[in-house]
């Protein structure tokens, strides 16, 4: 556009009828690239069952596991925490040791604090769980997750936003520096009713997956969704499912009982019209399924179709349903899969739901309000938000090894195991922070001096 199309506005008329896509900016121009999300979600999400009931699993999953506010008193352990968390393979001796470096750094906050409030109230139109559900729904559909922040100029609570939206990622757009390094300078959302004002990257939490596909208009900087990468995976699901709808609904006739005793020069154009329509009307519908189709004279039989078994769409609906599985880390075995023998093991599946594709989401959300939304909230006192794994009932096994690790030690201090799982205590009881040694449950203190036999005290009368 040129100095003549800004005079008289027609930027904004052609912004405003330009077709939805995602596209990236560059100069302040709209340079538009491959990823279609708008596709993903309506018919990847939407318009698959398939591809509905994995991203649901595993959103729903996520978003039932509690994220908290926690207030720093150790910076050092805090760092050890979150790299030893990053780290993670979940064993007994991990977690444990997680557990001891998160309490060693974090206090739990209260209810009233304005972080953990807003966390648990995002907005007046989304449920906390609602909210946590399509924050992570939109990142596994469409590669990225965007939530604005808007913030209060005036006031006590100037810089510091009162609500957190989900913004929609089909209909999200990046303006992005034109100089190397690319940089993020503002985001705009845009549909075919309206275009909104640029909002600045401070306001926007941007959580994506990481995109190797760097390119002039930036694509790099927009998450590579996984449904870009099994995008033929899709579309041969798509061709299953419709060819399967098909054979039930048109497929009906398996073959045809003939006669040869009538030539078809003998038959007349209108009464092989007539032969075509009754055709057609028995051969055609659900309930035909299967049926044989009867002609005058000496018999003979013709098979002229394959059913849906014959074509082995079955088994390949299956062998598809695993390659979708696969691009979301999560095993076919939990979606009402007939496969039996010792090898299949119910717990390791649900487990590893947990760790390959769950906890992964969680963290990653964790790290970004880290990053972006914390910070607007510390001042005097330092804040961390971070996820609770002690109430999931996959990893109990690990805390039962964690605490046989507790019940095989020489000495105990109830705080650090209250805390390790996580159980209410009373922080003001000395007791809670004293380590015991395992004979009666003693000090360390008493069972030191129990153990030093006093001096003897020489009297005149030698008493």
Known sequence: MGIISKLFGIDSLVKKSMPAKSYAWVGGFPIYNSSDTIHNINYGYAGSEDIYSIVRRIARTAAMVPIKVYQVKDDKALKDYHYAKQNDNYTAKSVLRNQFLKLKALDEVGSDNPLQQLLSNPNPVYTLTEFLEGAYTFRLIT???YIHTPTLEFGVNAGKPLEIWLAPSQWMSLRVSDEWP???????LQNEMQVTNMIPPEEMIHIRYFNPRFSYVGNELVGLS????????LDRQAAETDYAVNAFQNGGISGIVWNDSVRQDDV????????KSDFYNEASGVQNARKLLFMAGKMGYTQIGLGPVDMNIIESGKLTFKKLCNL???SDRLFNNDATGSEISTDVTFKDLYTNAVL???YALVDALNLFLVPKFNGKQKFYVDCDITGINELQDDMKDMATVFSSSPVMCPGIIAKAFNWPYDADDPNM???FIKQGYQTLEDAIAAAIQPLPIDTPNGL
């Open 433 to 435: 922070g004293k380590f």
């Open 328 to 330: 979301y880390g999560v």
């Open 268 to 275: 007349a154009q209108e009464v092989l019209g007539k032969m």
């Open 143 to 145: 590669g990225n997750t």
């Open 182 to 188: 690319r940089r993020i300078i503002g985001y705009q």
């Open 360 to 362: 992964p989401e969680v």
């Open 226 to 233: 996984p449904l870009v990468a099994g995008s033929k995976v």
